[in-house]
């Protein structure tokens, strides 16, 4: 479950940045996942709880923005949805598909005293 090593990152950059500004607590994280980034938000929500203990995170709250996955077709340039890494174009059948957005994960905001 690399979720929980990936919790434990997003909280001591949400430290890092609430530190700087003067922050002594986090009152809440919201995290982009997209839906080819290989998290499992169930996951990182489970795991959110016994990471914060002790943090400046201690009783915040996780939000979560998920983020579809859209590609768009080398050959024919439709843009599409996407559920996995290896689609094909629907207009055209192609398999070369540049992903356009869902595979980030990136701290999107922090609410602190």
């Known amino acids: 479950m690399h979720e929980l090593s990936l919790t434990q990152n ?4 949400a430290e890092e940045h609430a ?6 607590a986090i009152k809440s994280i919201t995290v982009k996942i997209g839906a080819l980034s290989g998290v499992i938000p169930e996951a990182m929500e489970f795991a959110f709880d016994v990471c914060c203990q002790g943090t400046l995170a201690q009783g ?17 340039t439709t843009e599409s ?6 689609d094909s174009c629907p207009e055209c ?3 070369v598909l540049d ?3 869902g595979q980030e994960m990136a701290l999107t905001e922090l609410e602190i005293d």
């Open 81 to 86: 949805s996407m559920t996995s890494l290896i």
């Open 10 to 13: 997003l909280i001591e950059l």
């Open 19 to 24: 530190r700087r500004a003067g922050a002594s």
């Open 93 to 95: 059948g192609g398999f």
């Open 99 to 101: 992903i356009l957005q």
């Open 60 to 76: 915040a709250t996780l939000g979560i923005l998920h983020v579809p996955a859209i590609g768009r077709c080398r050959q024919c």
